[in-house]
Each structure stands twice: as structure tokens, then as C-alpha cells.
T-cell receptor, first 114, second 111 residues
Framework: AQSVTQLDSQVPVFEEAPVELRCNYS??????LFWYVQYPNQGLQLLLK??????LVKGINGFEAEFNKSQTSFHLRKPSVHISDTAEYFC????????????FGAGTRLFVKA | SQTIHQWPATLVQPVGSPLSLECTVE??????LYWYRQAAGRGLQLLFY??????ISSEVPQNLSASRPQDRQFILSSKKLLLSDSGFYLC??????????FGEGSWLTVV
């Protein structure tokens, strides 16, 4: 069975500073990896995804993530955050075992301070 | 593209009462469907997923059950609610590129 671990429950950061949200996974089969964002009082939106190919994927709002197979990680990064990036971020892992199944991490709350 | 309808949007139920949350999907056939719960201050927890009619996999032991009576209908139920069942319930469906799309969610408060 697969599992997803988001290593930080909360990440406070000042505006215009860089940020990295960490995500590690475990799986015995090939995986597809995703980051979702949930802004306050809103639903979940897809930020970016890794299905195959280049291990560095770029998403919306200036975010990017790198798939590291040897370290089983998919950390999310942004070189300069804005106040509007304050939200909860979820890492997700999807596997195919007769049907696709997606598991989410517990979430990381990013709080951007002025 | 898929459209997910989920209802009711909010409900307040007494402990011990039954529950039924319904989810229907449009714009796709034979989708993989999911029920997730987001409890206050916690992340998303996968409750059930279904790869077809009558095929339900339960991820965690709990007071809830799920059924899929039709290809694009997924129902979350409970015979007797507990206080700990309170939370935000999300129906979801796999989309193109294995992206998962979510419904608007149902806020359940058990009192």
C-alpha cells in the first residue's frame, strides 16, 4: 500500500522569501504525484502533477516541484511567495492497481507574513 | 470535462441519526470515485474508493459505509452518526491525466 508524508504541518514565511514544502511517499508500484492547494473557504485546486518525463514540473502561480525517485520525494518550491499564497497544500500519490487510487498527505499550512 | 454534484451542502444531525450524502458525476463513464473526509485541523483522509458499480474499497475502519448503485452515483451513509463523524466530506472523480477533481463538499456537524 502507498503512503504520503508531508513533513511540516505548518510553514510560516515572510513575503518574497523562498519556500519549500516537503513531501515523501512510499509505494511498491509506480506512482503519479500531485500537489493541490486549498485557499481559505475554497475547494481544492490542482497546482501541478508529475506523470512521466522530466522530473522537474512547473505549475500555476509560480510553483514547481521535483520528483526524486531515489529519495521518494516530491517537494514543492516557490522562489518568492506572496501573501496570496497563504493556503493549505496537499501532496497526493496515485497508483494503479486494477483502478487508480489516490492518497493525500495530511497537508501543510503555508502562512505568508508581510 | 467532468461535473460533480454533491449534496446536501451542509447538514446538522443529532448523534445516533442516519446519514446519506449523495454524489453524482456527469461527463464521464465508468469513473473511479472517491469519498474523502477533511476533519477540522486535519488533512484529507480517503474513506472509500470505487472502480465500478457495486465495487467499494474501504480504507479505514469506521462508522460509515458507501454504495455505488449506478455508474455515476456514489453514496456515503451511516446508520448511527457519532460526534467524531463531523467534518467536511468530499466526493471526487479521476479525470484526464489521472488528475482528481472534487465536488463542492458537504459540511456535516453532528451534535
Amino acid at each position: 500500500a502507498q503512503s504520503v508524508t508531508q513533513l511540516d504541518s505548518q510553514v510560516p514565511v515572510f513575503e518574497e522569501a523562498p519556500v519549500e514544502l516537503r513531501c515523501n511517499y512510499s509505494s511498491s508500484v509506480s506512482v503519479y504525484l500531485f500537489w493541490y492547494v486549498q485557499y481559505p473557504n475554497q475547494g481544492l485546486q490542482l497546482l501541478l502533477k508529475y506523470l512521466s518525463g522530466s522530473t522537474l514540473v512547473k505549475g500555476i502561480n509560480g510553483f514547481e516541484a521535483e520528483f526524486n525517485k531515489s529519495q521518494t520525494s516530491f517537494h514543492l518550491r516557490k522562489p518568492s511567495v506572496h501573501i496570496s499564497d497563504t493556503a493549505e497544500y496537499f501532496c497526493a500519490v496515485s497508483t494503479y492497481t486494477g483502478g487508480f487510487k489516490t492518497i493525500f498527505g495530511a497537508g501543510t499550512r503555508l502562512f505568508v507574513k508581510a | 470535462s467532468q461535473t460533480i454534484h454533491q449534496w446536501p451542502a451542509t447538514l446538522v444531525q443529532p448523534v445516533g441519526s442516519p446519514l446519506s450524502l449523495e454524489c453524482t458525476v456527469e461527463g464521464t463513464s465508468n469513473p473511479n470515485l472517491y469519498w474523502y473526509r477533511q476533519a477540522a485541523g486535519r488533512g484529507l483522509q480517503l474513506l472509500f474508493y470505487s472502480v465500478g458499480i457495486g465495487q467499494i474499497s474501504s480504507e479505514v475502519p469506521q462508522n460509515l459505509s458507501a454504495s455505488r448503485p449506478q455508474d455515476r452515483q456514489f453514496i456515503l451513509s451511516s446508520k448511527k452518526l457519532l460526534l467524531s463523524d463531523s467534518g467536511f466530506y468530499l466526493c471526487a472523480v479521476d479525470g484526464a491525466g489521472n488528475t482528481i477533481y472534487f465536488g463542492e463538499g458537504s459540511w456535516l456537524t453532528v451534535v
